[in-house]
């Protein structure tokens, strides 16, 4: 089978886990419509077969990636507590060479932080070419927290002629020219939002509650911010659709079934890295020469060592 057509099948076999969840602007979207306990017509044991299979094609593009060092990868994680961005990033992520792989997880900003604008620490550690970078939350808190709790926004130093009834729509612009620059300079922007149920967070915060191995997960914070969930579904719906492109796509990933999230989340950088044509570098000419030359020399080498181990016995 040919790259082309072995490229084909392999995006026809992966469409039903990606195409459903993909929001990119071109069609109005609501939160309401995508269910959370969504399972795409598979069972477990199933999904866990392609989660396998995409774990090993994760690896082999993650390599090719690495060495053709022209493209790089930034796939954001956002999701309410306990949608399981984490297990999520860790399962598919499995086996992937950490030195092409670097995750970073944004929490409260620091003084530092605060003294620059929302998108400078997200900036600063954005992956370089050849790399695969994973925001486990990201710059979209500043349009999602804020938003809820108006109180944060009014430490960020902003001058207060800029602190307008716009800036919601300001920030979304702003965001969505900042990842149109990062896509023209060979950076692919994936959007993951981890959609779980009100219903199925609660029993999460039970587990962590009863399981003496999760109770660190647990935060008195997340019963706060649960009391806030329709807040946050509305924020979370004004993101989606004011910053899905076609450059930077949303997913709106079913997260009740934490391996069926794994599913679509593979497959969706799967496909997405299977379009970028990536290989290996191939080497000039002149190299090839100098190739020869140091493997005949690397030979000959290996034959004087021989013979000078036989003269010594």
């Known amino acids: 089978m040919s790259k082309k057509s072995s490229a084909q099948s392999l995006a026809i076999e992966l469409r039903p886990f990606v195409e459903p969840f993909r929001v990119d602007g071109s069609k109005e979207f609501h939160?309401?419509?995508?269910?959370?306990?969504d399972r795409g017509g598979i069972d477990k044991d199933k999904g866990e077969k392609i989660l396998e299979a995409n774990r090993?094609?994760?690896?082999?593009f993650q390599e090719k990636l690495y060495a053709q060092d022209r493209w790089s990868l930034l796939?954001?994680?956002?999701?309410?507590?306990?949608?399981?961005k984490d297990t999520a990033i860790?399962?598919?992520?499995e086996g992937v060479n950490p030195q092409g792989c670097e995750v970073h997880s944004f929490k409260q900003p620091s003084t530092l932080e605060l003294d620059h604008d929302f998108l400078w620490r997200s900036a600063i550690v954005l992956p370089q070419r050849g790399r695969i970078g994973i925001f486990n939350r990201s710059y979209y808190e500043e349009c999602l927290v804020t938003r809820v709790h108006p109180e944060?926004?009014?430490?960020?130093?902003?001058?207060?002629?800029?602190?307008?009834?716009n800036i919601w729509r300001e920030r979304f612009e702003d965001i969505s020219a900042f990842e149109r620059y990062l896509a023209r300079n060979g950076t692919v922007i994936l959007k993951f939002f981890l959609n779980v149920s009100k219903e199925e967070q609660r029993e999460r915060f039970l587990e962590r509650l009863e399981i003496p191995s999760k109770n660190w997960k647990f935060s008195m914070a997340d019963v706060t911010e649960r009391a806030q969930w329709g807040k946050y579904q509305a924020a979370y719906q004004e993101i989606v659709r004011h910053t899905s492109t076609t450059l930077a796509p949303w997913?709106?990933?079913?997260?009740?079934h934490k391996w069926f999230a794994r599913v679509v989340i593979g497959s969706t950088v799967v496909?997405?890295?299977?379009k970028l044509d990536l290989k290996f570098p191939k080497a000039d000419k002149a190299s090839l020469q100098e190739f020869e030359a140091v493997r005949v020399a690397l030979e000959h080498e290996g034959k004087g060592g021989k013979g000078a181990a036989k003269e010594t016995t």
Request: aromatic share 4%.
């Open 251 to 256: 997913h709106v990933v079913p997260a009740d």
């Open 271 to 274: 496909s997405t890295l299977e």
């Open 31 to 37: 939160l309401k419509s995508h269910k959370t306990s």
């Open 75 to 84: 796939l954001i994680f956002q999701g309410m507590d306990a949608a399981g």
């Open 152 to 165: 944060i926004l009014a430490k960020e130093k902003i001058p207060p002629v800029l602190m307008t009834k």
């Open 56 to 60: 090993k094609r994760l690896n082999d």
């Open 90 to 93: 860790k399962g598919v992520f």
